[in-house]
């Protein structure tokens, strides 16, 4: 890919030419001018040559897709920083090599006062056991570690680090010799990540941002609060993302409120709503979603964390302030304890009101059709992620083995909720699944459960425009004159329509359908290689070489 020029101007005209042109506005476009952070023409190839001349850059496809930039709906900036440029386990294959990246990382950081690690997933390892307090004291030769399962609801940890933490041993969900859950391990991720300079958290946040760049991604969501990180963090990060040249931020701040006093506090913050991470209910792999029937691999029905009344009073207050409200709930109890509560705040405000406030469930994974039919009533949201069962589904899967086959082939039924008009955004939930915007969208595509699968279409629209109407915007995500000119270059195969099986992919594909293509993203090909990242009408990343 080539360019006329390099001016570096805030107002440059930019004209693209030559490539393919993801756009609504028309099918067949292969050029788009820019002007002052805007979408402000998409066309043909032979109408470009009547801008070319009063533009400040040409910039040369050679034949590459442009399309919007990806949103990335539920993301942890800092923790997927800190496993960029940390202790990473998720390529550890059994429980003896896991040991052996902590025994090799420990030796070669001696400076860091706590050792944070991530991504490891016993259900992977032919041990099927997480690594024993005594196990892990051994391979840290007694320094402090903290390692989070991947879910990021239980971690394991070494004695040293619990020393730090006084009272540990009586808060709920401490365990002698199991991963720590609840309260527990809440207060031993507050002293891990106390352990982190101002410093490493900034680089942190600069990392992980500059990978999504590089993924063109040009939106995220980030997914914070009082049980996963801290004020200063929060603030941090949306003071780095106003500052720096990179991928927006809008910022999600997961404390419970019951009036406008804490609606104003949520507002000081700099947050987008009172939503995200706000736990009704923990994971699956950690055995702490909250179910209506037992695991079947565990005589209990795991942890509630708000009732339907509690939800209920919070909608309320944020809909009355102008807030979203969102929650994290996964298992089905949990699930319709969200409805119900916020069936029970339109009640009190008003359908209308409520369905205006566009609040949304993070996760929202064991859904059942009366469910479905709530979050299309009230207007919710379900940002969700589709990595979760690409690597959690199938008759093999982690889910199979908490559920059974039966219960675990109804989780995340993204078919049935675009049927039932319920908007979706995708999301990764980085560290938990990678960022991954094209492979987010295959995973959506070809859903390990047949009946759940969507177009390819479908899926990119819920990783584009579905993440900015989960922000209230309905201006953006789409390359049409008078957006805002967030968009991504990408080097790819031929573009094809897909759609999720034979009877309706054999007329779809018909170009004359006047629906734009887009890469294919059939299992085992490769997916697009992003060449640059443009937002708000700003390069930020452009691929080394290019």
């Known amino acids: 890919m080539t360019e006329s020029t390099a001016?570096?101007?805030?107002?440059?005209?930019?004209?693209?030419?030559?490539?393919?042109?993801?756009?609504?506005?028309?099918?067949?476009?292969?050029?788009?001018?820019?002007?002052?952070?805007?979408?402000?023409?998409?066309?043909?190839?032979?109408?470009?040559?009547?801008?070319?001349?009063?533009?400040?850059?040409?910039?040369?496809?050679?034949?590459?897709?442009?399309?919007?930039?990806?949103?990335?709906s539920h993301v942890h900036t800092t923790s997927t920083g800190l496993a960029l440029t940390g202790l990473d386990l998720s390529g550890a294959r059994t429980l003896t090599e896991a040991l052996g990246l902590v025994r090799a990382y420990v030796n070669s950081h001696p400076g860091e006062r706590v050792v944070l690690g991530h991504g490891w997933d016993a259900t992977r390892w032919p041990e099927q056991r997480p690594p024993s307090r005594a196990e892990l004291d051994a391979a840290a030769d007694?320094?402090?570690?903290?390692?989070?399962?991947?879910?990021?609801?239980?971690a394991v940890v070494t004695t040293a680090l619990l020393d730090l933490v006084p009272g540990v041993t009586a808060l709920t969900g401490y365990h002698p010799d199991a991963p720590l859950a609840g309260a527990a391990h809440h207060a031993?991720?507050?002293?891990?990540?106390?352990?982190?300079?101002?410093?490493?958290?900034?680089?942190?946040?600069?990392?992980?941002?500059a990978q999504a760049a590089s993924l063109g991604i040009g939106t995220v969501h980030e997914c914070a609060g009082p049980d996963i990180s801290d004020e200063e963090d929060f603030t941090g990060l949306l003071k780095i993302a106003a500052e720096q040249s990179g991928p927006r931020v809008f910022g999600y701040w997961a404390e419970r409120i019951e009036d406008a006093?804490?609606?104003?506090?949520?507002?000081d913050l700099g947050a987008a709503g009172a939503a995200g991470d706000l736990f009704v209910d923990g994971s699956l792999g950690s055995h702490t979603a909250f179910l209506h029937e037992p695991y079947a691999d565990a005589p209990h029905t795991g942890t509630?964390?708000?009732?339907?009344?509690?939800?209920?009073?919070?909608?309320?207050?944020?809909?009355?302030?102008?807030?979203?409200?969102?929650?994290?709930?996964?298992?089905?109890?949990?699930?319709?304890?969200?409805?119900?509560?916020?069936?029970?705040?339109?009640?009190?405000?008003?359908?209308?009101?409520?369905?205006?406030?566009?609040?949304?469930?993070?996760?929202?994974e064991m859904l059942t059709p009366e469910t479905i039919a709530a979050f299309a009533e009230l207007g919710l949201t379900a940002s969700?992620?589709?990595?979760?069962?690409?690597?959690?589904?199938?008759?093999?899967?982690?889910?199979?083995?908490?559920?059974?086959?039966?219960?675990?082939?109804t989780l995340n039924p993204y078919a049935a909720l675009l049927r039932a008009g319920v908007p979706l955004a995708f999301g990764s939930d980085s560290p938990v699944t990678p960022l991954d915007p094209w492979g987010t969208v295959r995973a959506a595509a070809f859903h390990r459960t047949p009946e759940h699968r969507i177009s390819v279409r479908a899926g990119?629209?819920?990783?584009?425009?579905?993440?900015?109407?989960?922000?209230?915007?309905?201006?953006?995500?789409?390359l049409v004159p008078g957006a805002p000119a967030d968009y991504a270059v990408w080097r790819?195969?031929?573009?094809?329509?897909?759609?999720?099986?034979?009877?309706?992919?054999?007329?779809?594909?018909?170009?004359?359908?006047?629906?734009?293509?887009?890469?294919?993203?059939t299992p085992g090909g490769e997916l697009p290689v992003c060449l640059r990242t443009v937002v708000f009408g700003q390069t930020v990343y452009v691929r080394p070489n290019e």
């Open 7 to 72: 001016l570096q101007s805030d107002h440059r005209t930019v004209l693209l030419r030559g490539g393919d042109v993801h756009s609504p506005a028309d099918p067949f476009a292969t050029a788009m001018v820019v002007e002052r952070g805007h979408v402000a023409w998409v066309g043909s190839e032979g109408a470009a040559d009547a801008f070319a001349s009063g533009v400040d850059e040409v910039i040369d496809l050679e034949g590459a897709l442009v399309t919007p930039a990806f949103t990335d």
């Open 142 to 154: 007694g320094r402090p570690v903290y390692l989070p399962r991947v879910d990021v609801h239980s």
């Open 188 to 209: 031993v991720r507050a002293a891990a990540h106390g352990a982190v300079t101002p410093q490493q958290r900034a680089d942190a946040q600069r990392a992980a941002l």
């Open 261 to 267: 006093k804490g609606a104003a506090r949520i507002r």
């Open 304 to 364: 509630a964390h708000l009732d339907a009344a509690q939800i209920a009073a919070h909608v309320t207050a944020c809909t009355e302030a102008g807030l979203q409200a969102g929650f994290h709930a996964i298992g089905d109890a949990a699930v319709s304890a969200v409805v119900a509560g916020v069936r029970a705040a339109s009640e009190t405000l008003g359908l209308a009101r409520i369905r205006a406030a566009r609040h949304r469930v993070e996760h929202a």
């Open 384 to 409: 969700v992620q589709p990595a979760f069962d690409a690597a959690w589904g199938g008759p093999d899967g982690m889910y199979a083995g908490r559920l059974g086959a039966e219960r675990a082939g």
């Open 460 to 478: 990119f629209t819920a990783h584009t425009r579905g993440g900015w109407r989960a922000v209230g915007r309905d201006d953006a995500g789409v």
């Open 492 to 521: 790819t195969g031929e573009l094809v329509v897909q759609a999720p099986d034979d009877r309706v992919s054999r007329w779809s594909t018909d170009p004359r359908s006047g629906t734009p293509g887009l890469p294919d993203l």
